[in-house]
């Protein structure tokens, strides 16, 4: 049996949209140890298709990283969100555009050694102009990109976040939809 049994939950800080926790927790073969983990709402994020041959792409920069990133548009999931509301609502937000039509792409734990994070992908299409409207704390701008030099961004590393690379290589490869 592979099972862990939490003993005793520690929150070490309620964060704005994720907490952080470090429990104490009976393994197996009956050893106590500590799990460091985020519990995180969920977040949904979308490939936005502006035509058969081009997507939206969100230039933003990542503290953590300390550089500017390309990503598709996405966002956490608020408390009574679905994730259908949520990337409806994040599409428009970074990119002021809406979809007349959002399919489920594929949803994923980017991050399960230390997180219970999960985002939802969709793919966008039928996009019409909406309006742009960022949090006050999101400073980003939106690209229309060629899905081909998307992909290309993918492989020389001008592309490295994990949902982006994920939405990129699934509706290419695993659908097998070739643009």
Same mark, same amino acid.
């Given at each position: 049996m592979?099972?862990? $049994?939490?003993?005793? $939950?520690?929150? !070490?800080y309620y964060g704005v949209g994720v907490d952080f926790f470090?429990? +104490? !927790?009976?393994?197996?073969n009956n050893t106590i140890v500590k799990r460091e983990y985020i519990n995180h709402p969920g977040a949904a994020a979308t490939l936005p298709f502006v035509d058969k041959d081009n997507i939206i792409l969100v230039k933003q920069y990542r503290y953590p990283l300390n550089q500017v990133t390309y990503e598709i548009p996405a966002g956490k999931i608020n408390k009574g969100e679905t994730p259908f509301e949520c990337v409806s609502r994040e599409l428009e937000e970074e990119t002021g555009y809406r979809a007349k039509k959002l399919e489920k792409l594929i949803s994923f734990y980017p991050t399960t050694a230390f997180s219970n994070e999960i985002i939802y992908t969709f793919v966008a299409f039928g996009l019409e102009v909406g309006r742009q409207n960022a949090d006050e704390d999101e400073f980003v701008s939106s690209e229309i990109v060629n899905f081909k030099k998307a992909? $290309?961004?993918v492989k020389t590393g001008k592309i490295v976040d994990s949902k982006t690379i994920i939405a990129l290589?699934?509706? +290419?490869?695993i659908l097998n939809i070739k643009i």
């Amino acid at each position: 049996m592979m099972i862990e $049994k939490a003993i005793k $939950k520690n929150i !070490v800080y309620y964060g704005v949209g994720v907490d952080f926790f470090c429990d +104490e !927790v009976k393994l197996p073969n009956n050893t106590i140890v500590k799990r460091e983990y985020i519990n995180h709402p969920g977040a949904a994020a979308t490939l936005p298709f502006v035509d058969k041959d081009n997507i939206i792409l969100v230039k933003q920069y990542r503290y953590p990283l300390n550089q500017v990133t390309y990503e598709i548009p996405a966002g956490k999931i608020n408390k009574g969100e679905t994730p259908f509301e949520c990337v409806s609502r994040e599409l428009e937000e970074e990119t002021g555009y809406r979809a007349k039509k959002l399919e489920k792409l594929i949803s994923f734990y980017p991050t399960t050694a230390f997180s219970n994070e999960i985002i939802y992908t969709f793919v966008a299409f039928g996009l019409e102009v909406g309006r742009q409207n960022a949090d006050e704390d999101e400073f980003v701008s939106s690209e229309i990109v060629n899905f081909k030099k998307a992909i $290309k961004m993918v492989k020389t590393g001008k592309i490295v976040d994990s949902k982006t690379i994920i939405a990129l290589i699934y509706f +290419e490869n695993i659908l097998n939809i070739k643009i």
